[in-house]
């Protein structure tokens, strides 16, 4: 149901901070005759993913998978990311690459089914974590991995539960906050030619003021270096070719022009070299964190508790402006006096009667290749209060604060013009040697910042749950409960360096000004009802029930819903089935954010300008390239085929739209649990889900937009050709328009599998054999751009096509990790095989990538009862990344893959007596 004001839904809503407490009271009071008489005794109660119910078992009816803390330290893990790539049921989103930007640069974030990060709710305990995105992605590296005692993975809708932004599911994060003792880690990891990653952590933690309370504190450092493309053979493929540092002169005058060689030799013929070899493969990284965890008992019935995050993330990787190096292409005034002219140069140019000669130059400044550094604090607070009313009643009510400063700098760039507005360049041109291809403009060049940010999350929350048992039961016992009230209030700042604002840098892009905010409110309930028990065929049935009621400031909310079945056949065999309903605010990027340009010359792979990471955004225009409709070209003017087109002359824009409308979501799911007596340590589940997205915010790269509009689609009604501009006179594409907008839908269905079989092992070898998969089969995917056109089959793809945020291209319909543990006393060594299936290119299906296979090893030895050794090798036979012939979007591959190789890594962790 829509709520279009926010007096008229707090009418119909009774359910505030000050009626929870009222409800509360009433619930303490009713049973008190009773408590007094027949005191029920107290059963220890957990919290699981999925519901806000705590209840004796980790048992319910939604599809959750998890990766547990034993596998977190095989894997040698340094960062989330480390986890996060090998779950089947995970996107690649950003990561260590940098091969996507914007509003994720220099993070790692989570993707799950390739629905968009930004579909994807992340918690800590239970909890939001901060964001440090204006599109409401949390950089999960801010998580130390430690300390995670389990990682939750959430299939479908879960709005109803968490709220607003669980589309696709929810990755909830499970810290150690019961640690005792202390416990100092360090780990190494090293690949062919780069990627060293080296980290330190220290954990702490015991009891405190003779048990009332339980502190546990934690302080890490880790540290990646680069990884260069010039290491890697694939990524010197097709290399960049930019002027060199001697330069092209032509002198206006008579048009004559003449270039200048590496050594310094004149020659007729412009000059060229390459900087791919110097570009970032992977990004280094720099983080510092710490936290303390707590909680306190101030009375038998009031337990205090919270949480402190900081971190510190230092990134430097190829930020908005790409990382081609910086030149000129500008016309100056030479002097024939000169000191610099050879009488060669001399000779090439035409001085008028002042003894001046107008020259363009064009020329590489030497300045090395651009590089973005990106300065990261991240803070998150935490105090709350939870405890028992009665027996059969609980509270909890928290609050929460998060922080996220940002400052990029942009690095071997420089300011255009000075602080009076003359040209810089010009005013070199008769005081140094334009013509010596070793001259050193170093002093030329600035750091220029390019955005300052912060980004605020404020959280308030309170929750009563607990049962029925004080005023009624059921036949199988009482009804299961909870209740709350939620306020949330995100804000975004963003500003841009001077240098990016008035554009007056040498790089073509610039940045904006922002100031946005958003609240909400939101009121939920949940239930869990046991129909039977312990009869033919139903050793156990529940169903499950939660709703939400919402109020956005900033757009109109829908109430969503969780209808779910939980039925136990017998011991061995355990039925789960949800339907859920979801709902996704605009983020402040989506309503909030001014439209900004780029060159689209940055997009095309034929322009000396192009950014290799913005590979499959752009591949020209078909009615140039002779691949569209020719009516349909002739109806939109566009030039005839083989005519020379300059797109630095076209804009690529994109930005946000305050006319956007929330996403609406509807998944369901279906799973069976089978844990069958007659099989010892044997365990499989099967979990289908279907997850449809009407109203999908969302972008429409310029390379879909002329795929669908002149290729695919070649009608004068379809919607999509008016993504792409041509100038009315000349027919060239003027503007590319990547804004944000509703699509029609996007669609997915699927099955995830996952089962572990634990078995003696041989006599020969002792121990014990552990089988584990975990597999994600995806059956059908679509996305609707328009309700006008028809729907693309996205389903075993890559391309940006069926991509939104760009943040994952690949669109896998398999993808598994499988390991088999020989496990000792002392001693575990495992195989790992992880596969991802074959796709096409989304764009032309003939185009298609073969399935990729990795394979890991890994050993953990607990050397004595102290110290632990883990060794292991990740891509155990160096596989190399895919290089298609079309849709690549990362130096010849596409960055879902892995690009690094094989890896080697050594961790030890020391626990000392205490």
Not at 121 to 133: K, M, Q
Not at 635 to 658: C, F, H, K, L, W
Not at 753 to 782: C, H, M, R, W
Request: aromatic share 10%.
């Amino acid at each position: 149901m829509k709520h279009k004001t926010h007096s008229t839904k707090l009418q119909r809503l009774t359910l505030t901070p000050i009626t929870l407490a009222v409800t509360a009271a009433f619930f303490s009071y009713a049973p008190m005759a009773q408590e007094q008489s027949q005191k029920a005794d107290k059963t220890e109660v957990i919290s699981i993913t999925g519901s806000r119910i705590q209840r004796t078992e980790l048992v319910s009816s939604s599809a959750v998978a998890s990766v547990d803390q034993v596998q977190i330290k095989l894997d040698r893990a340094v960062n989330v990311e480390d986890i996060t790539t090998k779950l089947p049921q995970a996107a690649a989103g950003a990561n260590s690459t940098g091969s996507t930007v914007g509003d994720s640069f220099g993070s790692s974030t989570i993707d799950l089914r390739g629905l968009g990060q930004n579909r994807t709710l992340v918690l800590i305990d239970g909890t939001r974590a901060v964001p440090f995105s204006f599109r409401n992605s949390v950089d999960v590296n801010m998580i130390p991995t430690g300390l995670i005692k389990r990682v939750d993975v959430l299939t479908g809708g879960a709005a109803a539960v968490y709220g607003a932004d669980a589309v696709s599911g929810v990755v909830n994060f499970i810290l150690n906050d019961d640690f005792n003792g202390a416990e100092f880690s360090s780990s190494y990891e090293t690949a062919d030619g780069g990627n060293e990653t080296l980290n330190f952590e220290g954990i702490f933690g015991g009891d405190i003021a003779d048990g009332l309370g339980h502190i546990t504190g934690y302080l890490g450092y880790s540290e990646r270096k680069e990884l260069l493309a010039g290491e890697r053979d694939y990524a010197m493929r097709n290399a960049n070719s930019i002027i060199n540092t001697g330069g092209y002169y032509t002198d206006v005058a008579t048009g004559n022009a003449f270039a200048v060689n590496a050594g310094g030799s004149v020659l007729d013929e412009r000059q060229t070299t390459s900087s791919t070899a110097d570009l970032y493969l992977t990004q280094p990284m720099k983080r510092l964190s710490s936290g303390l965890l707590f909680d306190f008992d101030l009375t038998d019935n009031a337990t205090a508790y919270g949480r402190v995050m900081y971190s510190q993330v230092t990134v430097e990787g190829a930020g908005a402006s790409g990382q081609a190096p910086i030149s000129v292409n500008q016309a100056v005034t030479l002097t024939a006096d000169n000191a610099f002219l050879t009488d060669d140069v001399r000779n090439r140019l035409t001085f008028d009667a002042d003894g001046n000669a107008q020259v363009n130059v064009e020329r590489n400044l030497g300045l090395g290749v651009q590089h973005t550094k990106a300065e990261r604090d991240s803070i998150q607070l935490q105090l709350g209060i939870k405890g028992d009313i009665t027996d059969y009643l609980r509270y909890d009510v928290y609050g929460q604060y998060g922080k996220t400063d940002e400052t990029a700098t942009l690095y071997n760039n420089a300011y255009t013009v000075d602080g009076s507005g003359n040209n810089r360049f010009a005013a070199l041109a008769n005081s140094v040697d334009l013509f010596d291809p070793n001259l050193d403009l170093s002093n030329f060049s600035n750091p220029l910042i390019y955005t300052t940010r912060e980004r605020t999350q404020n959280v308030l929350a309170a929750t009563v749950s607990g049962d029925s048992s004080a005023l009624f039961a059921l036949p199988d016992g009482p009804i299961d409960f909870a209740i709350g009230y939620e306020y949330r209030k995100e804000t975004g700042e963003q500003t841009p360096g001077d240098a990016f604002r008035n554009g007056t840098s040498f790089a073509t892009v610039s940045a904006f000004d922002m100031d946005a905010s958003f609240d909400s409110e939101e009121f939920y309930a949940e239930v869990l009802i046991p129909v039977v028990s312990d009869v033919a065929f139903a050793k156990e049935v529940s169903i499950e029930g939660a709703y939400r009621v919402s109020e956005y400031s900033n757009t109109e909310a829908e109430d969503t819903y969780k209808i779910g079945l939980n039925w136990a056949i017998n011991d061995d065999i355990r039925l789960r089935a949800n339907k859920l309903t979801a709902f996704r605010a605009p983020n402040l990027g989506e309503f909030a954010s001014p439209i900004s340009g780029l060159s689209l010359a940055l997009f095309d792979q034929t322009s000396d300008q192009f950014v290799a990471r913005f590979a499959g955004r752009y591949n020209g225009d078909p009615c140039l390239l002779g691949t569209g409709d020719t009516a349909q070209c002739e109806r939109y003017g566009a030039p005839a085929i083989g005519t020379a087109y300059d797109s630095s002359t076209a804009q690529y824009t994109y930005g946000g739209n305050p006319d956007i409308k929330p996403e609406q979501a509807e998944s369901e799911t279906l799973g069976i649990v089978y844990t069958p007596e007659y099989i010892e340590g044997f365990d499989v589940s099967i979990d289908y889900y279907h997850i449809d997205i009407s109203d999908a915010v969302s972008q429409i790269q310029p390379g879909a937009a002329l795929q669908s509009c002149y290729i695919d689609n070649p009608d004068a009604s379809n919607p999509l050709c008016g993504a792409v501009l041509r100038d009315p006179t000349t027919g060239f594409i003027t503007t590319a328009i990547v804004n944000d907008f509703n699509l029609a839908s996007i669609e997915q269905s699927g099955i995830d599998i996952a089962t572990n079989y634990i078995i003696d092992a041989p006599d020969a070898i002792g121990g014990k054999l552990k089988f584990s998969y975990q597999g994600n089969l995806v059956t059908e995917q679509t996305r609707q751009n328009n309700a006008t056109v028809a729907a693309i089959d996205c389903k075993g793809t890559y391309g940006s096509a069926c991509s939104g945020d760009f943040a994952s291209v690949l669109q896998a319909d398999y993808k598994h990790r499988a390991t088999l543990d020989w496990q000792l006393d002392t001693m575990n060594v495992q195989l790992g095989w992880r596969r991802i299936g074959d796709v096409d290119y989304a764009s032309d299906r003939s185009t298609s990538i073969s399935a990729q296979d990795y394979f890991d090893f890994a050993a953990s030895w607990q050397a004595t009862d102290q110290v632990v050794l883990n060794f292991g090798i990740d891509n155990l036979f160096d596989k190399q990344p895919p290089t298609p012939s079309a849709g690549a979007n990362h130096f010849n591959t596409v960055s879902d893959y892995d690009v690094i190789g094989r890896t080697v890594g050594l961790a030890i962790r020391y626990s000392p007596s205490l």
